[in-house]
């Protein structure tokens, strides 16, 4: 049987690396990149869910969103739970879901436990390319 894993991150080169070291750890896994929350929930349209998730916190909600980041100063972060949330109202288990965050605060992590993704499912950038392969075959085995 296959795993199908997505992997939500905005940034294409960050997802290419990481795409080529699960592949040749992890025999038979199917890798669909998102780059925006956008993209995401139409993927949620379909009947379609992954064996796991590997989810940026930090996301642009939509193509036009990344740019108002920057001319408001909101915090994008809120985006990562915000999909998270989204998923798991979908039908994909929490503990299925990984979360890889460059700022690990009680703010960030507490709405993600209260969501039931256990907290070793989280993981600060940067991350050992190791450490998130065992991510992704924890989270693909439940």
């Known amino acids: 049987m296959n795993t199908s894993l997505w992997l939500i991150d905005d940034d294409s080169a960050y997802v290419n690396l990481l795409r080529a070291h699960l592949e040749r750890a992890i025999s038979g896994v199917e890798i669909s990149q998102f780059v925006n929350c956008v993209s995401v929930t139409r993927a949620l349209e379909s009947e379609i869910r992954p ?10 909600w939509d193509e036009c969103d ?3 980041w920057l001319l408001s100063g909101e915090n994008p972060a809120k985006n990562g739970i915000r999909l998270a949330e989204c998923l798991i109202a979908r039908g994909i288990h929490s503990n299925v879901i990984g979360v890889i ?3 690990y605060e009680a703010s960030y992590r507490e709405p ?6 256990p907290a ?5 950038k ?5 450490e998130i392969i065992r991510l992704v075959k924890r989270i693909t085995a439940t």
């Open 66 to 68: 990344k740019a108002s």
């Open 101 to 103: 965050t460059a700022v």
């Open 112 to 117: 993600l436990t209260n969501l039931g993704i």
């Open 126 to 130: 940067p991350a050992p390319v190791d």
């Open 120 to 124: 070793s499912n989280i993981i600060i």
């Open 51 to 60: 064996s796991g998730v590997i989810l940026d916190m930090m996301l642009p």
